[in-house]
């Protein structure tokens, strides 16, 4: 198939370029300058010029192709709201270009929309109270295509996607550890976040592509839970600083806006992910994945 990809030079979406292309389809990626344009030709993909500010550049992407994964995201934490509704409209954009088709459009959504605390699966819409509850428009939108013929589907990234160079929320962690001298969990740091490797990741999407059904919710979990202050511990020894504990208090102003999610426990699983797709995820864990990171 011929593929329309968002994000497509970014962490997560630039992985399932390269994943899309090793399993034979052809990848057309959206391109916001000549440098992402020259940086999709050099690993195989055709690039289209456009952004998620012009909706028209993603309608004429996806009518060229056979379907679209929807990886692109403003993650400026400053517009929070204003980033979560242009990418509610670029699913809405998208689902127009494709409806009546039965093509695939897989959009991408996260696990801090659920409800912390409580161990969640693929069945759990997201919790209007929860700090990613701004993403649940977009849920919503992808879920109500599967009505107008998009075979439309949803994967959750967990808070770390990693790599030896990057792990999501683990990364401004590491950043914060430098800066501070110090490694911070809250209170004993038992609270859990689920992970994944972005090879995995990548390989998800391409498996929702290919096999999921209309209206479906997809986990991207290799790691159901690791303990926060396992993380800390791990952090500390990179970059050589102790790993300590933190009050609520002291969190808040210690990490921003990071204190909700160090202090939230992300039970989430992917059972039923790995049953519908043959998802087996083969990638390093993340502790591992940190010590080479040095």
């Not at 899309?20 to 959206?30: E, K, R, S």
Request: proline residues 5%.
């Amino acid at each position: 198939m011929r593929i329309f990809v968002t994000g497509a030079t970014g962490f997560v979406g630039s992985a399932a370029v390269e994943e899309l292309i090793g399993a034979g389809h052809q990848v057309l990626g959206l391109a916001r300058n000549d440098a992402a344009a020259d940086a999709l030709k050099l690993i195989g993909a055709e690039a289209h010029s456009g952004d998620l500010s012009t909706p028209e550049s993603l309608s004429a992407g996806a009518l060229k192709c056979d379907g679209v994964i929807h990886t692109a995201y403003n993650h400026d934490w400053s517009q929070v709201a204003a980033a979560a509704e242009m990418d509610r409209c670029a699913v809405e954009t998208l689902g127009a270009a494709l409806a009546g088709s039965d093509r695939p459009l897989v959009i991408t959504s996260a696990i801090g929309l659920l409800s912390p605390g409580r161990p969640t699966t693929e069945d759990d819409a997201g919790d209007p109270h929860s700090l990613g509850a701004v993403r649940m428009p977009s849920e919503e939108k992808a879920l109500a295509l599967a009505s107008d013929n998009v075979r439309s589907s949803i994967i959750r990234l967990p808070p770390v996607v990693h790599d030896r160079s990057k792990q999501g929320l683990v990364t401004r962690m590491i950043a914060l550890a430098r800066e501070t001298g110090c490694s911070a969990y809250v209170h004993g740091g038992l609270n859990r976040w689920p992970a994944v490797h972005r090879g995995d990741a990548a390989q998800l999407f391409r498996l929702a592509l290919e096999k999921g059904v209309p209206g479906s919710r997809f986990h991207a979990i290799a790691e159901d839970g690791i303990a926060l202050r396992m993380i800390a511990e791990a952090i500390g020894r990179l970059v050589n600083v102790p790993a300590v504990s933190k009050t609520p208090e002291e969190a808040a102003s210690h990490f921003g806006f990071l204190a909700y999610f160090v202090s939230a426990d992300f039970q989430a699983s992917s059972m039923k992910t790995k049953e519908a797709l043959g998802w087996s995820p083969t990638g390093p864990v993340l502790i591992p994945d940190l010590e080479p990171a040095r």
